[in-house]
């Protein structure tokens, strides 16, 4: 069995391995984001330090990506804010330096086929994959094929309603303000109740707005998508009572009007966290691997 490289591209770390699969996943190793000429430099010198070669490279990227194969700018990130990775090659410099075929996607897409292969997808050909972090971004397959289309889904900059009643805060999203990211992802949860997420306790009232707007934003997701199983990941995720409010809104919300059983019945196993844990985007990298092989 040919062995796979991986490569979760984070806006603050980046993580690679090698391996096959879940029971298959050899030296992991982190470093943080500083420049793409530094830090690809790494991804390269730790795939050539291993024992054996790589057949296969995939990156799930963070974004916004080009994640076209046909566009001469495929694999760059391309309108990011984050200082010096604006119109970057990610993809191209670990292609030439390595010289096996590299597949690129969004860092969701790349979760979502982890789980798809490995994890809570398995079996379905429509779902979502939404990760509530640093940002909130979410991918998935529709029909059996990882979403693209004329770039890629925006899933986290959604509008949502917003009470500035309720939450005068005003969101962080530079480009909306108030979009489902800037009102939902971890720095929002942190700048409008003044301490950190993980600090702040199950029986605060944060969570219980937190899981409105999630369950704004999935119901979004229900109604235009019609995803078979919508998988929460991040670090916002890792609050596990957040589960149950959201899927208790998710219901609210739709009111009876999605006649699914897998709303109205078995929400439990709808709206899930990642099959895969917190190895969903490096497996999935490997996956992305593994279809790049095949060509
Ligand atoms: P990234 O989005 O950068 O890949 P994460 O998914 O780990 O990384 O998300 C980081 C964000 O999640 C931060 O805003 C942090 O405050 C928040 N976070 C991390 N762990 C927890 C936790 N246990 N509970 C609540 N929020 C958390
Ligand atoms: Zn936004």
């Known amino acids: 069995?040919?062995?796979?490289?991986?490569?979760?591209?984070?806006?603050?770390?980046?993580?690679?391995?090698?391996?096959?699969?879940?029971?298959?996943?050899?030296?992991?190793?982190?470093?943080?984001?500083?420049?793409?000429?530094?830090?690809?430099?790494?991804?390269?010198?730790?795939?050539?330090?291993?024992?054996?070669?790589?057949?296969?490279?995939?990156?799930?990227?963070?974004?916004?990506?080009?994640?076209?194969?046909?566009?001469?700018?495929?694999?760059?990130?391309?309108?990011?804010?984050?200082?010096?990775?604006?119109?970057?090659?990610?993809?191209?410099?670990?292609?030439?330096?390595?010289?096996?075929?590299?597949?690129?996607?969004?860092?969701?897409?790349?979760?979502?086929?982890?789980?798809?292969?490995?994890?809570?997808?398995?079996?379905?050909?429509?779902?979502?994959?939404?990760?509530?972090?640093?940002?909130?971004?979410?991918?998935?397959?529709?029909?059996?094929?990882?979403?693209?289309?004329?770039?890629?889904?925006?899933?986290?900059?959604?509008?949502?309603p917003h009470d500035r009643q309720a939450d005068p805060y005003a969101g962080f999203c530079p480009y909306h303000g108030d979009c489902l990211e800037g009102l939902a992802a971890g720095p929002a949860l942190e700048r409008r109740w003044g301490r950190k997420a993980a600090e702040l306790p199950p029986d605060h009232p944060a969570w219980a707005l937190e899981a409105e707007y999630l369950a704004l934003g999935l119901m979004n997701l229900v109604c235009t998508l019609s995803p078979q199983r919508i998988i929460l990941g991040g670090g916002v995720m890792g609050q596990a009572h957040l589960f149950p409010l959201v899927r208790a809104r998710v219901q609210a919300l739709l009111n009876g009007y999605v006649e699914a059983p897998a709303i109205l019945e078995d929400i439990d196993q709808y709206i899930v966290p990642p099959g895969l844990g917190e190895r969903a985007g490096v497996l999935g990298a490997i996956a992305l691997a593994e279809e790049a092989a095949r060509g």
């Open 1 to 160: 069995m040919p062995l796979f490289g991986a490569v979760e591209a984070g806006g603050t770390k980046f993580v690679c391995a090698v391996g096959t699969g879940p029971h298959d996943l050899r030296p992991v190793t982190r470093f943080p984001t500083t420049t793409p000429e530094e830090t690809l430099a790494r991804v390269v010198a730790f795939f050539r330090e291993q024992p054996e070669p790589v057949a296969a490279v995939g990156v799930g990227s963070f974004g916004p990506v080009d994640p076209n194969p046909a566009s001469p700018t495929y694999g760059f990130v391309t309108s990011t804010p984050k200082p010096g990775w604006r119109n970057a090659d990610v993809r191209g410099p670990i292609a030439a330096a390595l010289g096996v075929p590299v597949g690129f996607d969004t860092d969701v897409n790349a979760a979502a086929l982890g789980e798809y292969r490995w994890g809570a997808a398995a079996g379905l050909d429509t779902f979502v994959y939404l990760t509530v972090g640093t940002g909130i971004g979410g991918g998935g397959m529709l029909a059996g094929r990882l979403m693209h289309g004329m770039i890629h889904p925006e899933m986290g900059h959604m509008r949502i």
